[in-house]
């Protein structure tokens, strides 16, 4: 299995510009949902689904949108970027349910987004 | 405010020695923890888990120590190796609709050959 796996690794974009950010798992997952890493922080949740066709905000929403089609892929879009938002990205899965969720989530390798 | 912290951002520690990582969470409804191990460049990546029902739970070289009276949980790495050098996640998950997850900042090991 791949696990999560999370595209492009690295990028760059103008203040303005849009971009969507793509997340895909095969572990056949509920739960999705995206964080970003800034240095001396702990990640911090943007938005969050718990399954296809439905999606919820998380601690840091603003600026980020997502959708759920399928449960295999969560992209996250950057609407018009902003040096604010550079930072590490991770997208992560695990099971959902009142028992399935007390379960470790499987995180990608990120993507790495600088906003100049 | 209710956070998952850590009392020390770095630790060093000699080839061979054991690493104590500590972490203190204020959330006495949270019943799952998770310490994470995140590497350079790489996304975080599960050790090993406790649920509050228990105290102590063992893995292959670590072992979490849970104390709920002072709300503390903590991760002991023996004859810590220089492949364990990365930074350490605490976490908690809180049964507050969606089971989320809230992480600490992080602590970094460096472990000296």
């Known amino acids: 299995n791949a696990g999560v796996t999370q595209t492009p690794k690295f990028q760059v974009l103008k203040t303005g510009q849009s971009m969507t950010l793509q997340c895909a798992q095969d572990m056949n997952h509920e739960y999705m949902s995206w964080y970003r890493q800034d240095p001396g922080m702990g990640l911090r949740l943007i938005h969050y689904?718990?399954?296809?066709?439905?999606?919820d905000q998380g601690e840091v929403p603003n600026g980020y949108n997502v959708s759920r089609s399928t449960t295999e892929d969560f992209p996250l879009r950057l609407l018009s970027a902003a040096p604010s938002q550079t930072s590490v990205y991770f997208c992560?899965?695990?099971?959902?349910?009142?028992?399935?969720?007390?379960?470790?989530?499987?995180f990608g390798d990120g993507t790495r987004l600088s906003i100049l | 405010g209710e956070s998952v912290g850590l009392h020390l951002p770095t630790l060093s520690v000699q080839e061979g020695d054991n690493s104590i990582i500590n972490c203190a969470y204020s959330n006495s409804a949270s019943d799952y923890f998770i310490w994470y191990k995140q590497e350079s460049g790489k996304g975080p990546q599960f050790i090993i888990d406790?649920?509050?029902?228990?105290d102590k739970r063992q893995g292959q070289r670590v072992t979490v120590l849970l104390n709920k009276t002072v709300k503390h949980l903590s991760l002991q790495i023996a004859a810590t190796q220089p492949g364990d050098s990365a930074v350490y996640f605490c976490?908690?998950?809180?049964?507050?609709?969606?089971?989320?997850?809230?992480f600490g900042a992080g602590t970094r090991l460096f472990v000296k050959a």
């Open positions: 689904s718990v399954g296809a066709g439905i999606t």
């Open positions: 976490a908690e998950l809180r049964n507050t609709g969606g089971f989320k997850t809230i």
């Open positions: 992560a899965s695990r099971p959902f349910g009142q028992a399935a969720s007390r379960q470790p989530q499987h």
């Open positions: 406790i649920r509050s029902n228990m």
